[in-house]
């Protein structure tokens, strides 16, 4: 069965007040049904908000990317489990990082997601990095290894979803930043596509925010990328 077009958009409430994260998703109310809550907001109240947003009936997506020693990640990652949401992010560099990841799940329901690349990085800055490979080559070797360890999925560009797809199969979750509408400014990222093309090539969720967050009329825009995201579904 088709996912519903307003289950596969995650909103980023990237912001820095509790306060300010309320009025949005009061502002949008019934049109999104799928939330984000990253590092930003977390030292602000954001895991109170995060199991807010659980008892109101919402999906919540914990963007943590944890990495650090196997030990604590492994704590870590149990630690999260006993908050009952649904997507938690760890960096993907090893094998090591992501099992202790998977042994700190145990049965729960908690899907764990491996950061790839980041979508503000470029060749260059990976170059910084220690790393020779093309930011795309990267990405699919991360999610290789994300697959190995008993991920349910990634982060990844749009731009590297269907290479990802293609090598992991239709069960692989694909979540997808650095979405912009055509013509949209870019903000800081680099590697980015619009709602369509992310589907078209295998995403299973797009995670949007300045683009709604920010947008004069939020949940006007926030039906706009559903929209984007029916027709491509409808194409596929």
Same mark, same amino acid.
């Given at each position: 069965m088709t996912t519903a077009a307003k289950n596969r958009l995650i909103v980023a409430l990237d912001m820095?007040?509790?306060?300010?994260?309320?009025? &949005?998703?009061? +502002? !949008?109310?019934?049109?999104?049904? *799928?939330?984000?809550?990253? /590092?930003? &907001? !977390? *030292?602000?109240?954001g895991l109170d908000l995060a199991q807010a947003l659980k008892a109101d009936g919402k999906h919540v997506f914990l963007d943590m990317k944890f990495l650090d020693i196997g030990n604590t990640v492994e704590r870590a990652v149990a630690?999260?489990?006993? &908050?009952? /949401?649904?997507? !938690?992010?760890?960096?993907?560099?090893? &094998?090591?990082?992501?099992?202790?990841?998977?042994?700190?799940r145990g049965d729960s329901k908690l899907k764990l997601l491996a950061v790839t690349v980041l979508t503000n990085l470029t060749a260059d800055d990976l170059a910084e990095q220690g790393t020779s490979l093309a930011p795309a080559d990267l990405v699919l070797r991360r999610a290789l290894l994300a697959q190995e360890a008993g991920f349910d999925g990634v982060i990844a560009s749009g731009q590297e979803a269907a290479r990802i797809r293609e090598a992991t199969g239709p069960d692989f979750l694909i979540v997808t930043p650095g979405i912009r509408l055509t013509g949209s400014s870019t903000d800081d990222q680099q590697r980015? +596509?619009?709602?369509?093309?992310?589907?078209?090539?295998?995403?299973?969720?797009?995670?949007?925010?300045?683009?709604?967050?920010?947008?004069?009329?939020?949940? /006007?825009?926030?039906?706009? *990328?559903?929209?984007?995201?029916?027709?491509?579904?409808?194409s596929i």
């Open positions: 820095p007040t509790i306060e300010e994260a309320r009025r &949005l998703i009061a +502002t !949008l109310g019934d049109s999104v049904t *799928f939330y984000k809550v990253g /590092l930003e &907001l !977390l *030292f602000a109240g630690n999260v489990t006993e &908050l009952g /949401l649904d997507m !938690l992010t760890v960096h993907g560099h090893d &094998l090591k990082t992501m099992r202790a990841a998977v042994s700190g980015i +596509t619009t709602p369509d093309n992310a589907i078209r090539a295998g995403a299973s969720h797009l995670v949007v925010g300045r683009p709604i967050t920010q947008a004069d009329a939020p949940r /006007l825009a926030a039906e706009t *990328f559903c929209n984007h995201i029916r027709e491509a579904q409808a």
